[in-house]
């Protein structure tokens, strides 16, 4: 695709319920980063993918949550039994060089209620 | 206290301003970067600086390691500047970046 792609858009989940958000980066990039923004708060770094190597997940708040990228392409952020303060934009991007180059996609809006 | 400190919170400029926004952090690090969210909630990156200056266009950002600074510049703001600018701040060999609140500048027509 020609940019970093991210679904949903928006999801609105129940509170204890699991979600799995997904990302699409560009094609060929090595490099995949998860973050998060919070209503009124800065971004958050939570993981970081690279090539074949182990993810670095110490920004990852609480073992509810988990990330995946299968094949080195898409990755899918998994949020376990929902929690209120879990709302927020989730946001990934890609990259071929390191942050430098970093490309954004436009989010996902989670709202639990 | 946060490790990035961005000011202003918020920015309001007329048309045609020099707007200068600030970041100090207070760990070490091995790169700076300066992105752009726009009102619609996209990111882009701006700069990635390790030392001295970096212009692209009407954007200009320098740092001072020394100091733990970094600025960004807006030469002849526009109305599409309109944004909030991010300060981030990457740690040793690490790609996990700490972030800056942001500051939202507005720029009037």
């Known amino acids: 695709g020609a940019g970093v792609s991210q679904s949903p858009s928006n999801k609105v989940t129940e509170k204890g319920k699991d979600v799995e958000l997904r990302c699409d980066p560009i094609?060929?990039?090595?490099?995949l980063y998860w973050y998060r923004q919070s209503l009124g708060q800065g971004l958050e770094f939570l993981i970081y993918?690279?090539?074949?190597?182990?993810?670095?997940k110490s920004g990852l708040p609480s073992d509810r949550f988990s990330a995946e990228r299968t094949g080195g392409s898409v990755s899918t952020l998994t949020i376990q039994r929902t929690q209120q303060e879990d709302s927020a934009v989730y946001l990934c991007?890609?990259?071929?060089?390191?942050?430098?180059?970093?490309?954004f996609g436009q989010g996902t809006r989670l709202t639990v209620v | 206290k946060n490790e990035v400190e961005q000011s202003p919170q918020n920015l309001t400029a007329q048309e045609g301003e020099f707007i200068t926004i600030n970041c100090s952090y207070s760990v070490g690090i091995s790169a700076l970067h300066w992105l752009q969210q726009h009102p619609g909630g996209g990111i882009v990156s701006l700069f990635m600086?390790?030392?001295g200056k970096k212009k692209h266009g009407r954007l200009i950002a320098t740092i001072n390691i020394q100091e733990k600074h970094s600025s960004l510049h807006i030469t002849a703001s526009h109305p599409r500047d309109s944004a909030v600018y991010i300060c981030?701040?990457?740690?040793?060999?690490?790609?996990?970046?700490?972030f800056g609140k942001g500051t939202k500048l507005t720029v009037n027509p």
């Open positions: 600086l390790s030392s």
């Open positions: 094609s060929g990039h090595t490099a």
């Open positions: 993918f690279q090539g074949n190597s182990a993810p670095d």
């Open positions: 991007a890609s990259s071929s060089q390191g942050l430098a180059e970093a490309f």
């Open positions: 981030a701040v990457r740690q040793g060999g690490s790609e996990k970046l700490v």
